[in-house]
């Protein structure tokens, strides 16, 4: 999910570590952008307004609340004719061309967070349909289409057609599905981070490991998106041959839980830059971690998250406080005391309020009253038939 800008991109933004889709070649960065009215935060939309206002709908419908419609609404006017989403539209009143070009990324997103808040069928089928018309010959997506897929973008587009309603098994091109192609970028057992995922292969054939890679993948082998919840336990803990897509997330499972064993995080190894804790992709882990049913160390990474994180949050913005809530809704935790910090409150000031959705309960409440309807009918006929025979005993008693 934390994928990776373009340095170009990095720069003009000025945030390492902030939540991102996919790394996209972007020629050069645009001048600043305001937020419009209806995007959750400040900073300059234009390489992720359609990502981070995804986020943060489905991490508030996670919370109970249904987003306000000014949220949903500029999301919704982000479409293009055809489906698909681009990183950020400036003047979504005129058509779309490719400036800026639609990308996967930003699409999946929207459709997971319009799926997420429901009434937006119409929207989320084209979007769909958008996706499955950009596929790749070998099952997987790229970030910009015709590109070589990659594992971020194949495994954010699963999310999607999950969120959707739609198998991702049975979306194929030649016969290929995105499960097919997951494999392809799982690491050999007997190489330097065996197990892990790749990115891609990089310009000698090479899979090298990537943690976000791998957080991605594992969520996509499962067939889970952003909102995912603590899982069973894998039957294996040891890497193997990845031939199928359980065994690249048994695989990437360990490689993850053994990544963060020791900090309890993982680290940002930006070229030319000194490692450092990497936030967004530690709490893509604990998601990826919990919906593996590998729990425990889940449970460690979101303690260091718990105890560093607020910080990167608070410089970040909603895309950042997104990513904790999502990583505390895997693990059951409760966000509205994060260190002290309300990630609840902190996401829901940077943009229009949503309400708290009452639905569900008033639902549960009619049905408890319902059945407490029938439990005291039932007592009372029960008690009238037993004084009914109390009545006929007593009847049959008497001379």
């Given amino acids: 999910m934390n994928v990776r800008r373009s340095a170009a991109a990095l720069a003009a933004v000025g945030v390492l570590a902030a939540a991102a889709p996919a790394t996209a070649a972007d020629p050069s960065p645009s001048p600043k952008t305001a937020a419009p009215a209806g995007l959750y935060g400040k900073e300059d939309p234009t390489y992720d307004g359609v990502w981070r206002q995804s986020l943060t709908l489905v991490a508030q419908r996670t919370l109970g609340y249904r987003p306000a419609s000014a949220a949903v609404d500029w999301l919704t006017g982000q479409q293009c004719a055809n489906g698909s989403f681009a990183a950020f539209r400036a003047a979504p009143e005129k058509p779309c061309d490719d400036k800026p070009k639609p990308d996967t990324n930003s699409t999946a997103a929207a459709v997971q967070a319009l799926a997420a808040a429901g009434g937006h069928g119409g929207a989320v089928e084209k979007a769909v349909g958008w996706l499955k018309s950009v596929q790749n010959k070998d099952g997987g997506w790229s970030y910009y289409p015709g590109d070589p897929s990659d594992t971020n ?24 599905s995105p499960y097919d192609a997951l494999p392809a970028w799982s690491v050999p057992c007997d190489q330097d981070g065996g197990g892990a995922l790749a990115f891609q292969p990089d310009k000698k054939g090479e899979l090298l490991p990537n943690a976000d890679a791998t957080a991605a993948g594992l969520l996509g082998a499962l067939g889970k998106g952003f909102a995912a919840r603590a899982g069973k336990a894998p039957a294996k803990d040891t890497c193997v041959e990845a031939a199928s897509r359980t065994q690249v997330a048994d695989n990437a499972g360990a490689y993850l839980a053994a990544a963060v064993a020791k900090s309890g995080h993982l680290d940002s190894t930006l070229p030319g830059a000194k490692d450092q804790p990497d936030f967004g992709n530690t709490a893509d882990a604990v998601v990826a971690l919990a919906a593996d049913g590998r729990v425990g160390p889940a449970r460690k990474a979101y303690a260091w998250l718990e105890k560093n994180a607020g910080p990167w949050a608070k410089q970040s913005g909603p895309a950042a406080y997104a990513q904790l809530i999502l990583a505390a809704h895997a693990l059951g935790e409760q966000p509205g005391d ?20 009452t639905s569900g309960r008033q639902q549960e409440e009619k049905e408890d009253s319902g059945n407490r309807g029938w439990w005291i009918f039932g007592v009372c006929l029960v008690a009238s038939i037993g004084v009914g025979f109390l009545i006929s005993g007593r009847k049959k008693q008497q001379p």
């Fill in 338 to 357: 994060f260190n002290g910090t309300s990630l609840v409150g902190s996401l829901n000031a940077l943009g229009p309020a949503p309400r708290m959705d």
């Fill in 153 to 176: 973008s194949t495994s954010v587009v699963i999310g999607a057609l999950a969120a959707a309603g739609t198998d991702p098994a049975s979306v194929r091109v030649s016969g290929k």
